[in-house]
Structures are given as C-alpha cells and as structure tokens.
C-alpha cells in the first residue's frame, strides 16, 4: 500500500488549492542593480496586487510568472533557480497518515489465503457467464519481467544485450541522439558518455547542456534539460529551453533519434499543467514525424521514488500516477516507443529511487538500443 484513501484526499486537496507549493526564484540584474524574485507556473492568489513579470513562452505559450523587481524591468532576468518548499499544508492529524513503516509504501500481508476470485461481472444484472469475456475483464499483460537480471519485454521488439563499448558504439554510428528532460534522463546521458567521449562544454554536469562527440564513428549525443519549472541549480535563461521548441529545430530522419523523459518536476502542481505540456510536446513530435520519415522517438515514463512525510506532498507516486496515465493516453497512436520506466522499477528488487540504480539504466538504454538498431530478424518479422 502506497497510501491509504485517507492520504490520496489529502494529497488531491494539496495539489489542487496550494499549486504554488514549490517555488522559484530568478536573478534580474542591469549594471550594478541586482534583485531576486520568486517565480511560479500559476497565476498567485494575490494577483494583481502585486505586479508580476509574464515570461509566457511566446511559441508554445507555456506560462510562467515571477514578481516584478522593485527597481528594474522585467527583461533583465538573467537566470532560473529552484526557491524551495513551503511548509507543510496540513494538520498534525493529517500528518499521521504519511509515516513510512506505518501507512506509506508498507507490504500487506495476508491475513488468510493469499489468492483471489474474480467474479463475473453484472451489467444491468445480468452476469457475464461467457468465460473469454470473463478472461478480457480481468486480463492484465505487463510491460515485461526480470530474468537472470536482464529486462524482457512482453511483445514488441525484443531487449538485446550491448555489454560491450564496441557493440554500443557499433550500434550508435551514424547517429544523433538528442536527449531532453529531467536528470532521469540525464542518468542515460551519463551512461552512454561512458562508451562516447564527452566533450567538455563548461557547463555544470547537473545542469548542462550535455554533449559527447565520436567524430571516428559520426556519433552525436546531447543531452538538454526541460523548461520550468525545473527544480534545479541557478541555470541561464538562455540555456532554458521547452521540449516542444527544441523538437520543432530538429531536422529529423532516419539517422536522428530523440528521447525524452518530462515527469518528475511536475507532480506538485495540478495535472492541467502536465496535460498543457504534454500537449506541446505531442504537437511538436507529430510535426518532426512529418517533416522527418525515419525519426526515432522514444519516450521515458514515471517511475517509483522513495518516500516519506515530507517529499510525499510534493513527489508522491500518487502524483506521478496520474501523469503517468496521461503521458501514455497522450501519445497513444504515434509513431513512438514507450520505456516503461514505472513497470521496471516496479519489478526490480532495488529499493524506490527518484534516480533507478546502475542495473536498472543499463536495462533501459538497451531497450533503447534495441530499437536504435534491431535486429534483422525483428526487422523482418
């Protein structure tokens, strides 16, 4: 049990009337004058008292706020930082129903025997006794499993195994990959940099942008995070760019591949945000489909996070949940490849991490490279 119904309330109540709960702040300075102002994604509940900057993004029209400085305009914001938390929003009582060990993410044994009947179910009460309608009610197919450590898809294109440099970078000539999201995209970054030497852009490795060049085998690899709100280290406004902008400055075609992974940042704030976002995203990845037959997209989703009192008000599974079903239902129909980061991470034996450990990436980066390069009988059947 993740969370008791009691929580889910709670959690739905927060994320609805406090969206505003994790905030931003942005450097604005001219000469010597400098301020810092808090920032956020949603109109504040003191609007318009308090005059605000709007860097609404003028291509996707993704909104974005920040106070304005006392002394200077809205066009000398210089960068974007994480601010920090508010305090908790809810009561003690409320609090007694996110304790680790207790009531979040604690194993329900059973009291009795540990299988279950499944009835057939009653439409307008009449039982459905044809037993392959019965079957489809409760048919569950999963995204794959874990065997002798290695991840093995249920249908599909087949997981290959690249244990070797040689075979990855075999697999990778030729190709751009272009990487955009949150820093668990960044760990695939980071894994592929291993077998690719990274060029040194000066930039700081938590924020980037990220690039490795093997000009001997005409590999490309970049890596660049998602606009706000981004939880991150103070980065430049220049550097900050939105998923669906940069897709639409690619080219595309069959030597290109583009992998995203847009989730974690946004489980506090209420799920019109995500919808908005996945909204541009989608537009954009149909228009470089179109412009660039051959294009590989493939898409990271949520996975479990570990958990207690605090980040459960702001990064709960609950939230990722729920973002998770509208990534998947947003991008049903095209053309692109879906790693199921939440089943991988679930049917791992590691422990609940925001950033998956070493043996979960590899299994996620092979997959890739399995659709990067698969294998000519794939391609045949």
Same mark, same amino acid.
């Given at each position: 049990?993740?969370?008791?119904?009691?929580?889910?309330?709670?959690?739905?109540?927060?994320?609805?009337?406090?969206?505003?709960?994790?905030?931003?702040?942005?450097?604005?300075?001219?000469?010597?004058?400098?301020?810092?102002?808090?920032?956020?994604?949603?109109?504040?509940?003191?609007?318009?008292?308090?005059?605000?900057?709007?860097?609404?993004?003028?291509?996707?029209?993704?909104?974005?706020?920040?106070?304005?400085?006392?002394?200077?305009?809205?066009?000398?914001?210089?960068?974007?930082?994480?601010?920090?938390?508010?305090?908790?929003?809810?009561?003690?009582?409320?609090?007694?129903?996110?304790?680790?060990?207790?009531?979040?993410?604690?194993?329900?044994?059973?009291?009795?025997?540990?299988?279950?009947?499944?009835?057939?179910?009653?439409?307008?009460?009449?039982?459905?006794?044809?037993?392959?309608?019965?079957?489809?009610?409760?048919?569950?197919?999963?995204?794959?499993?874990?065997?002798?450590?290695?991840?093995?898809?249920?249908?599909?294109?087949?997981?290959?195994?690249?244990?070797?440099?040689?075979?990855?970078?075999?697999?990778?000539?030729?190709?751009?990959?272009?990487?955009?999201?949150?820093?668990?995209?960044?760990?695939?970054?980071?894994?592929?940099?291993?077998?690719?030497?990274?060029?040194?852009?000066?930039?700081?490795?938590?924020?980037?942008?990220?690039?490795?060049?093997?000009?001997?085998?005409?590999?490309?690899?970049?890596?660049?995070?998602?606009?706000?709100?981004?939880?991150?280290?103070?980065?430049?406004?220049?550097?900050?760019?939105?998923?669906?902008?940069?897709?639409?400055?690619?080219?595309?075609?069959? %030597?290109?591949?583009?992998?995203?992974?847009?989730?974690?940042?946004?489980?506090?704030?209420?799920?019109?945000?995500?919808?908005?976002?996945?909204?541009?995203?989608?537009?954009?990845?149909?228009?470089?489909?179109?412009?660039?037959?051959?294009?590989?997209?493939?898409?990271?989703?949520?996975?479990?996070?570990?958990? %207690?009192?605090?980040?459960?008000?702001?990064?709960?599974?609950?939230?990722?949940?729920?973002? %998770?079903?509208?990534?998947?239902?947003?991008?049903?129909?095209?053309?692109?490849?879906?790693?199921?980061?939440?089943?991988?991470?679930?049917?791992?034996?590691?422990?609940?991490?925001?950033?998956?450990?070493?043996?979960?990436?590899?299994?996620?980066?092979?997959?890739?490279?399995?659709?990067?390069?698969?294998?000519?009988?794939?391609?045949?059947?």
């Amino acid at each position: 049990m993740v969370h008791s119904s009691e929580a889910v309330a709670v959690l739905r109540r927060l994320r609805e009337r406090w969206p505003n709960r994790i905030f931003f702040h942005s450097l604005y300075r001219a000469g010597n004058l400098s301020e810092t102002t808090a920032c956020l994604p949603c109109l504040p509940p003191d609007y318009p008292q308090r005059p605000l900057c709007n860097h609404t993004d003028p291509h996707t029209g993704e909104p974005w706020y920040c106070y304005k400085p006392e002394r200077l305009g809205c066009d000398a914001r210089v960068n974007h930082a994480m601010g920090g938390y508010q305090k908790p929003l809810y009561s003690k009582q409320e609090a007694l129903l996110f304790r680790s060990g207790v009531n979040l993410k604690v194993v329900l044994h059973a009291s009795g025997p540990d299988s279950i009947d499944v009835l057939p179910q009653k439409i307008d009460g009449q039982k459905l006794e044809n037993s392959s309608t019965r079957a489809e009610l409760v048919k569950y197919t999963p995204a794959g499993y874990y065997y002798q450590s290695y991840w093995k898809p249920v249908g599909g294109t087949p997981a290959r195994r690249f244990d070797t440099s040689s075979s990855i970078t075999q697999c990778l000539t030729g190709k751009v990959i272009n990487m955009y999201g949150d820093s668990t995209m960044r760990q695939w970054f980071e894994y592929l940099s291993a077998f690719i030497p990274e060029f040194n852009m000066h930039r700081s490795k938590m924020v980037g942008p990220l690039m490795a060049v093997d000009s001997k085998h005409n590999i490309l690899l970049k890596y660049r995070c998602h606009g706000p709100p981004i939880r991150i280290k103070p980065v430049v406004v220049s550097e900050l760019r939105y998923v669906a902008n940069e897709l639409d400055g690619l080219a595309g075609g069959p %030597d290109t591949v583009v992998l995203f992974s847009v989730w974690a940042h946004f489980t506090s704030f209420p799920v019109e945000v995500y919808i908005r976002r996945m909204r541009h995203i989608r537009r954009a990845t149909v228009r470089l489909l179109a412009r660039g037959p051959g294009t590989l997209v493939v898409i990271r989703s949520a996975n479990f996070v570990a958990m %207690d009192q605090t980040t459960s008000t702001h990064s709960s599974d609950w939230f990722s949940l729920q973002m %998770d079903g509208v990534l998947r239902a947003m991008f049903q129909g095209l053309a692109v490849v879906l790693v199921d980061a939440w089943e991988m991470t679930l049917a791992h034996h590691s422990a609940h991490n925001i950033h998956p450990p070493p043996p979960v990436i590899k299994n996620m980066v092979d997959l890739v490279l399995a659709h990067v390069c698969p294998d000519e009988t794939d391609k045949k059947s």
